[in-house]
């Protein structure tokens, strides 16, 4: 799978688990970042009845994000120097098509409203 956000120049390509049922979409993937000792664990859950995003960072720093589109959310990312929360505004969610063939959340983070769109993508 291939993973794109703006926080990185590149795109992650990366081995995965992905399971897309009626219901709800699964994503899991390993990732070593810059600078890090240690690897990172992502799962995204979708529950498509609902429309809401749930992505978990686990490892030497760890974060729960939740993504709505219908409201304001909150995120919570733990360092090694304490928790940080912030404010999620969620522009959209789009769940792989024939016309999109990528998971894609569009969203703004923070207090300076930091817009990102992030990606997963079958390769």
């Not at 429309?51 to 909150?74: I, M, N, P």
Request: proline share 3%; charged share 30%; net charge negative.
């Amino acid at each position: 799978m291939e993973i794109t956000t703006g926080a990185y120049d590149k795109p992650l390509v990366t081995k995965g688990i992905y399971e897309d049922s009626v219901s709800s979409l699964y994503i899991k993937w390993k990732q070593l970042h810059e600078g890090d000792k240690e690897h990172s664990f992502y799962e995204i859950r979708m529950d498509k009845q609902t429309g809401v995003a749930t992505v978990c960072r686990s490892g030497e720093y760890k974060s729960k994000l939740v993504f709505d589109t219908a409201r304001k959310t909150a995120g919570v990312v733990t360092t090694p120097y304490g928790d940080i929360t912030t404010d999620i505004k969620t522009e959209y969610i789009n769940l792989p098509s024939v016309l999109c063939p990528k998971f894609e959340i569009s969203y703004e983070m923070g207090a300076d409203d930091i817009k990102n769109v992030f990606s997963v993508k079958l390769l």
